[in-house]
């Protein structure tokens, strides 16, 4: 039997459109209605999961489903910079941001490092494969970038050249300690 995942990146927030570090923002009006047209054209699953982030809370609800929180699938913390712009952090703090691009295992902001969220996706992902169901989660750019590169075994350096869109879809099926990437898109679209 195979595990299958459907991670779908929580709707818009005004720190996404202002792209800034997040905080525990909703979802702003225009992701409010993008998550719930797509109500009703999911795939049926044996159980949804979100991150505790009200962003990603939000983004099931507007989908129609009542899901389990995960701690595992909780997004970066970014420390003293969430909440703020990423422009205003550059210019207030370049070097620190230019080690945080270039090293995974940084942590200028005092948060969660790169290396450490992709073990923490690490170990949730292998904990899925015992389980032979489909599940749809709604969490973050950062964990669903993480997912990837344990999916194909990629380095953590690759983890800033992935792009993760608000409601994209990404899916994986798994078994026997490997994980396969199938696809990567729309949440609307009908492959899922």
Known sequence: MTARLILICHASTAAVRS???PADEPLD???EASAAALAGRLPSADRWLTSPELRARDTASALGFDAVVEQALRDCD???WSGRSFEDVCAREPNAVAVWLNDPAATPHGGESILRLIQRVADWLQGEQAHHRRSIVVTHPAVIR???LCAI???AECFWRIDIAPLSATGLS???GRWNLSFA????QDRL
């Open 29 to 31: 009006q225009h992701g």
């Open 185 to 188: 898109g729309s949440a609307g």
């Open 174 to 176: 798994g078994a026997a």
């Open 78 to 80: 970014y420390g003293s």
């Open 146 to 148: 993480a997912v990837i």
């Open 19 to 21: 792209s800034s570090f």
């Open 153 to 155: 075994g990629a380095p």
